[in-house]
């Protein structure tokens, strides 16, 4: 592949267009609300029985987040190197994209009763999410050059966030009108959406598929393959920790990242619950965060221009606290609406900022950049899993979910004073 290639760049965005409507319209937006009220119909509460098991609803749905980013986690190492050691970045990210997109497709089913079938589903639409991406951040030093890469990075969330608001409006559309479109109501509506995303997932990232090219090696897997992905982040870390910035930047983007990530995941159920919120409501605000989260990411690239990697992603941070502070003083749905404004501003942007940041430390003419990316995700994953299981078990233990988002401020602070003794180094100092 040409590197700044016009035509690759916007194809390798374009994987955006096509994934985030399932973070954003699924994991975000609508599957959580419908998630709570339809286990409560079926239930006649909070409380649930999965697979023998009474568990409450909420605490249920952040084990399960925990859990399908752990099953990520090990899956990582393995596949990127095997990617690597195979030069097939792209057959891998195709086969996580299939396997999470007909996952989400599969929610359409789900109607409450059913909760181990609506967990299994969402567990295995997760881990194609998060595994297709591993492999779709990987191709950024290969496309862009270091100069570029801002500027890239920020156009991907930015065609990302345009695509979920088209969908995420539809969707609107759909669950505020039901009976105009042929639905007995805003339950299948809703699950009709379900199905909506996963098709327009599957199709679209067939636009990076004709564009991007896979490196092939002719290597054939064998025992020793299947592990090298071990050894190839055993490497990964033995060269960061000779980069003694790059190890720093990585300890600060794990601590910041449990709270960004744990908040970003379950904020529609703390907004459900703690504020009462409701799908139609919901959807409003995602919309509010994800027209703000376009601006943002370019804001937040122009900051790093200006000032800096360093200054930009601290900023951002120091918002972030601001944020979980707020919501859990937060009462009223009129200033939850202000609130998601801003964290939309910082959603884009950290997001963003984090992954050309990343993309700057790794060494020039690195061919394996999966494995490289692999250590970074494999660092965001470990995070999320921890940062959801605190969260699952401040709630469990305190009953509010105010008391969990406000402990994130914990791990925000961790990372930002481990930031601020970081020195970021480019590849090329």
Not at 142 to 165: L, N, Q, R, T
Not at 353 to 381: N, Q
Request: include cysteine; proline fraction near 2%.
């Amino acid at each position: 592949m040409i590197l700044d290639d016009k035509k690759t760049i916007n194809a390798w965005c374009s994987y955006d267009w096509a994934n985030s409507v399932y973070n954003l319209i699924v994991t975000t937006a609508i599957f959580p609300i419908y998630y709570a009220n339809a286990t409560q119909a079926a239930f006649g509460g909070d409380l649930v029985t999965f697979f023998g098991i009474e568990i409450d609803s909420s605490v249920l749905y952040s084990y399960a987040i925990s859990f399908s980013f752990l099953i990520a986690v090990i899956l990582y190492p393995v596949l990127s190197g095997i990617a690597d050691y195979r030069g097939a970045k792209k057959s891998y990210m195709r086969f996580f994209t299939y396997l999470g997109s007909l996952a989400c497709m599969g929610l359409f089913f789900f109607d409450g009763a059913n909760i181990e079938i609506g967990i299994l589903l969402a567990i295995t639409a997760s881990i194609g999410y998060a595994s297709s991406v591993v492999f779709y951040n990987a191709f950024l030093p290969e496309i862009a050059s270091e100069s570029k890469m801002d500027a890239v990075s920020a156009k991907g969330f930015s065609m990302g966030y345009i695509g979920s608001v088209l969908l995420l409006i539809v969707s609107l559309v759909l669950v505020q009108m039901p009976e105009t479109f042929g639905f007995d109501g805003a339950g299948s509506a809703t699950q009709f959406v379900f199905l909506l995303v996963g098709l327009w997932w599957f199709g679209f990232a067939h636009i990076a598929f004709a564009r991007l090219e896979d490196r092939p090696t002719k290597n054939k897997i064998t025992s020793q393959v299947l592990s090298a992905g071990f050894r190839e982040l055993q490497k990964v870390f033995t060269s960061l920790k000779e980069r003694a910035s790059a190890l720093r930047y990585l300890s600060s983007f794990f601590f910041y990242s449990m709270g960004v990530q744990s908040v970003m995941l379950l904020a529609p159920l703390f907004a459900a619950k703690e504020i009462g919120m409701e799908s139609v409501e919901m959807i409003i605000v995602i919309l509010i965060i994800q027209l703000v989260a376009i601006g943002g990411a370019y804001l937040f690239a122009w900051i790093s221009i200006l000032k800096g990697n360093k200054t930009s992603i601290m900023l951002a941070i120091i918002i972030w606290i601001g944020i979980c502070i707020m919501a859990y003083l937060i009462q009223d749905k009129t200033s939850f609406y202000g609130l998601a404004a801003v964290l939309g501003l910082v959603m884009g942007g950290i997001q963003s900022i984090s992954r050309s940041t990343y993309s700057k430390l790794i060494p020039e003419g690195t061919k394996d950049t999966a494995s490289y990316f692999s250590f970074y995700d494999v660092t965001e994953k470990i995070a999320i899993v921890l940062g959801t299981l605190t969260y699952g078990a401040i709630l469990s233990l305190t009953g509010t979910m105010r008391n969990s988002i406000l402990f994130m401020t914990l791990f925000f602070g961790i990372g930002l004073l481990i930031l601020f003794f970081t020195k970021l180094q480019s590849k090329e100092d």
